[in-house]
């Protein structure tokens, strides 16, 4: 991001969104942010680039709240 990395949005957006669950998703090592990552209670999950569609999916399933529906893959319409 041009003005502020993911880690920034993340505490600027928690205190307007406080229910919602962060998923970072970086093609940068951020072994160094690792401390400030867990300062941030609503990132609840990190992805490194690359990664494919199923482990997206697996991780946004991962960290759904439990008290509500979670999200299903739905059939794809060519494998009919």
Known sequence: MPE???LEFIRQA???V???AFV???GHNLSAERE??????ALKGFLPKPFGW???ADEI???WPSHLTAPMPK????SR
């Open 36 to 41: 400030a990552m867990g300062r941030l209670v």
């Open 24 to 26: 970072l998703i970086s």
């Open 75 to 78: 059939a794809d319409a060519t």
């Open 61 to 63: 399933i991962r960290v």
């Open 54 to 56: 199923r482990k997206l």
């Open 4 to 6: 502020i990395d993911g």
């Open 18 to 20: 406080p229910a919602t």
């Open 14 to 16: 928690t205190p307007l």
